[in-house]
């Protein structure tokens, strides 16, 4: 089975100690990532915000950079569900019916990378070690769009040495929602604030989350407050192991 990393422009770029991670955890369990330098942003940004058919290049580059693979896995719910949801959008709108059958082909085998650990291989304790007190976010499209359910929970609680403890209306956003926070500010603070507060009633010392999207706006807001709490990703937490004498 080869699998590749697909590792979004928003890791890449602002979170690389995130794909670090990935390529640490996924070799520990025998499942090692090739990472395609190809692959560059999947267009959601442009999506989101009208540019549809700008979008169709970028499709179409994906394809090319990954149609080899037989499993495409991504630390990122946002871009995964951009491919599996909306990329059959752009190949229409594109008129090209061979892009569309790639598209087809290429879409299901995209995995957000708890999908395919917990989901698809039927793990759950991977190994890791991280004693402190941990608070999960879920994400809004991991929870609205890809529909992943508990899997990042269950790896969460298999984690030696960690306080896992419920985040309160975990299943509200956080306001990110890419250029969403920029056109609606105000909406998107208060809702921030919202999600800080229940964080801190928590008591955890760290926040995770699966998209780092969403915790850096969270993680901002925290660092801005003082709060003494800190952000990391999923993967970031699972890669950690116990340092032995």
Not at 16 to 23: D, F, K, L, S, V
Not at 111 to 135: A, C
Not at 198 to 213: I, P, R
Request: hydrophobic share 40%; with cysteine; net charge negative.
């Amino acid at each position: 089975m080869r699998l590749a990393l697909f590792i979004t422009c928003f890791n890449d770029t602002l979170f690389p100690e995130t794909g670090q991670a990935m390529i640490r955890l996924f070799d520990r369990l025998g499942y090692p990532l090739d990472f395609p330098f190809e692959q560059t942003c999947c267009g959601q940004m442009h999506f989101n915000t009208g540019y549809q058919r700008e979008v169709v290049p970028l499709v179409r580059r994906f394809v090319r950079t990954f149609e080899s693979y037989d499993v495409i896995v991504s630390p990122s719910a946002s871009c995964v569900g951009m491919v599996r949801e909306y990329y059959s959008r752009v190949a229409e709108l594109s008129g090209d019916v061979h892009l569309a059958a790639a598209v087809s082909h290429i879409k299901a085998r995209v995995r957000e990378f708890s999908e395919f650990l917990v989901l698809d291989r039927g793990l759950q304790d991977v190994g890791s070690y991280f004693p402190h007190r941990v608070t999960y976010h879920p994400t809004c499209h991991s929870l609205r769009v890809l529909a992943v359910g508990d899997a990042p929970l269950q790896l969460l609680r298999a984690v030696r040495g960690i306080d896992l403890v419920e985040l309160p209306a975990a299943d509200e956003c956080c306001g990110f929602g890419g250029t969403f926070a920029l056109k609606n500010a105000d909406v998107s603070r208060s809702m921030l604030a919202d999600k800080c507060r229940h964080v801190l009633e928590t008591g955890a010392d760290v926040c995770s989350a699966a998209d780092n999207s969403c915790l850096m706006h969270i993680g901002g807001a925290l660092h801005h407050d003082r709060s003494g709490v800190r952000t990391m990703h999923l993967v970031e937490i699972l890669a950690g192991t116990e340092q032995r004498p």
